[in-house]
């Protein structure tokens, strides 16, 4: 059973980059036709996907914040990492990996717990 654990710091400034981890355990991130995304909730916002990376390192990334998001991944550590640049107020949110296949390609199947991030000088 394939779990998801996302880390980071929880309290960064405004103009800061921010790294938060993915760690996935009980399945490689390089199994055939499965992808790992980047999703965050706000309560203005609602839930927003930010990006994806896919199982043979290629990624794709929301349009919208493509300028200041990168996703890359660590194949011996088997975790994702996401940067957010440029952070601002309205960044804060609880952030979410989450795993989707090619096969259902609208709905992501297995969720990390989240991890909260605040935007604040």
Known sequence: QVQLQESGPGLVKPSQTISLTCTVSGG????????????RQSPK??????????W??????????KSR??????VVKNRITL???????E???????????RWDWGH????GQGTRVTVSS
């Open 28 to 39: 490689s991130i390089t199994t055939n036709n499965y992808y790992w995304s980047w999703i």
């Open 108 to 111: 992501h199947d297995t969720w």
């Open 56 to 65: 043979d390192g290629h990624s794709e990334y929301n349009p919208s914040l």
């Open 83 to 89: 940067q957010l640049s440029s952070l601002t107020p």
């Open 69 to 74: 998001t990168s996703i890359s991944r660590d």
């Open 91 to 101: 960044d804060a949110a609880v952030y979410y990996c989450a795993r989707k296949t």
């Open 45 to 54: 916002m609602g839930l927003e996907w930010l990006g994806l990376i896919s």
